[in-house]
Each structure stands twice: as C-alpha cells, then as structure tokens.
C-alpha cells in the first residue's frame, strides 16, 4: 500500500518540494510513496510553478481526502492544515520544521522535526544520513524552497543548517548563482497584476487555533509595498469578508523583502490585543512592523501569547 505524502493546504514552495523529495526518500528506502498536495494544479501559487517549470519536475498529485489511505505530513502537523478527513487516515509519519501541532496518533510514528528555516533543510540531512543520493531536479526545488523560506537568508528562521543545506544543493542541482535565482522566485512570488483577489489571499495563508479563537494569517512577500496599492482597497475588503466567517480576526502580512519589514493589515474583533502583542499601533487598518519577515517566528508566537493559546 503506498503512503501518500502531503503538504499543508494553500502549499507553498517548500510544502511543495519537501512532499516530492520525502517520497522520493521513502521510494529510495523501500516505501512506495505518493507526492501530494492539496490543490489543484493550475492554483498552485506562481512562485511553486516557477521552480517545478525551471527542473522540470511534475506537480504533485492533488489529493483532498485521505480517508482510508496511508499518509506522511511534511511542513505541518495541525489539524487546521490537513484534509478534513485525516483521523479517518493512517498517519504514518511527519517531516517538519514549524513547531509541534495539534495531532496526535494512537501509536508510535515516525516523527523527524528539527528547528530549521525550512522543511527540506531537514530532508537534506535526512537524505546524508542514510547516504542517499538526491537527484538533480529534485535538489533544484529543494533549494529554492530553502530560498524561498528564508527569504535568501534573510529571515531570522535562518540558521547555518539552511545555509549549509544550500551549499549542499546547490552543487547537486547546478546551481551556481543563488540570488539571481531567488530573484526570478521573488518575481513570480510578488506579481500581482491580473490575480484575482481571493487568489492574492490564499497565496499563502494558515488559519490558527489561538486561545479557542479562530484567526488567519496571510503574507504576501513584495519587492515594494507599492506594488499592491492599486488593489489595497479590495485586498482590505476580502479579509474582511474572510473575517466574517467565524474569525475573531484576520492579519495580512505585506512584507518588504528589500526594506525588511511587513506592513501588517489587520481586522480584528480587538485591535487593541494586536496592537499590544507587537508593540504598536494601528493606523487606517494596518502597522508597520519593523524586521517582520517570518510569520512562523515573528507574527504567531505573539499572537499566541495575546490570545492565552
């Protein structure tokens, strides 16, 4: 029976990559496996169709029911991520590097989690330990996704074990100008000419379980704030009707990836709980936040810390 390998929902790159390179590593280790995502193909985000068009590799196979079936996580371990019917599913394992989520099993499982920038930095070191051999395409996406994560390196949810991974993968995949590479994801990442707006907000978006209170948090990585100001109004409107369907709020990360900062839109039953988790004030809807690149280390922990979660 095969395991189905699969990434959070609205996947990004590294939710991406890590589900083709974790089934490769289980193929390559005597375990049939499936990569997987949960998306349509022709919705995955521009960024992800960029790097698998670039190595030429296949898209995941879309798959949104689980039940009954064998499956592997990789970049995530919440409930909130997973298809709906998960617990009807035979959970076998878990790859990631966010922390520890809401799931749990009835028995022992296989669980490989280390606090790195990015899941495929994990499945690099995965890969050496069994002295595994990765194969060029797969290599190339795997580097973008550290790339991506890291925001070139960027992020505070950097470490050298990123770094050290894209050395790695680099010579794998022949790659041997990185920034002009993560130039040509962050050209894609960032277009938003002709986007529907409801796409421009799953692009990359996570909702949470906060305190027993439902909030979303999206992000848009830019080249400049400017790029959206066109569509601000309407991007404002989505996330409020996003909010209405039971969020007690909805923040959007519009982050500068060359001033290093996010402008944070914010709706909220409590403005005044997400002023105070960062430290600032709210102004016609959103804040500056000055260094806010990483929504896993800079915007969630002070969420959940306000929230009591």
Not at 10 to 29: E, R
Not at 154 to 160: A, F, N, R, V
Not at 212 to 226: F, P, R, S, W
């Amino acid at each position: 029976m095969s395991v189905y390998v699969l990434g959070h929902k609205n996947p990004d790159t590294d939710s991406v990559a890590a589900a083709i390179s974790y089934a490769n590593f289980l193929k390559a280790t005597g375990t049939d496996a499936v990569a997987c995502m949960q998306i349509e193909a022709d919705k995955l985000n521009p960024e992800s169709k960029t790097v698998l068009a670039k190595f030429s590799l296949a898209a995941p196979q879309t798959m949104m029911s689980v039940k009954g079936q064998k499956v592997a996580l990789v970049d995530f371990s919440d409930y909130g991520q997973a298809p709906d019917d998960l617990k009807e599913a035979e959970l076998v394992g878990v790859v990631d590097h966010h922390k520890i989520g809401d799931i749990t099993t009835g028995s022992p499982i296989f669980f490989y989690a280390q606090p790195v920038g990015c899941t495929c930095t994990v499945l690099n070191e995965m890969y050496k330990t069994k002295n595994i051999a990765i194969p060029k395409d797969i290599a190339g996406a795997m580097l973008c996704a550290i790339l991506s994560d890291t925001v070139n390196f960027k992020s505070p949810t950097c470490t050298d074990a990123d770094k050290k991974a894209v050395a790695d993968l680099k010579a794998v995949a022949g790659v041997t100008d990185t920034d002009s590479l993560f130039m040509e994801m962050l050209r894609a990442k960032s277009s938003v000419e002709g986007i529907p707006i409801k796409d421009l907000v799953f692009r990359d978006y996570k909702d949470f379980n906060m305190g027993g209170k439902k909030v979303g948090i999206g992000q848009l990585e830019l080249a400049a704030i400017d790029q959206v100001a066109a569509i601000r109004a309407d991007l404002v409107k989505a996330l409020e009707d996003l909010k209405k369907d039971g969020r007690h709020s909805v923040l959007f990360m519009l982050t500068d990836v060359v001033k290093e900062g996010t402008d944070l839109i914010v709706v909220s039953d409590d403005v005044a709980m997400i002023e105070k988790a960062f430290g600032g004030k709210v102004n016609n809807g959103s804040m500056w936040v000055a260094g806010m690149m990483s929504r896993k280390k800079q915007t969630v922990p002070p969420l959940q810390k306000a929230f009591g979660a």
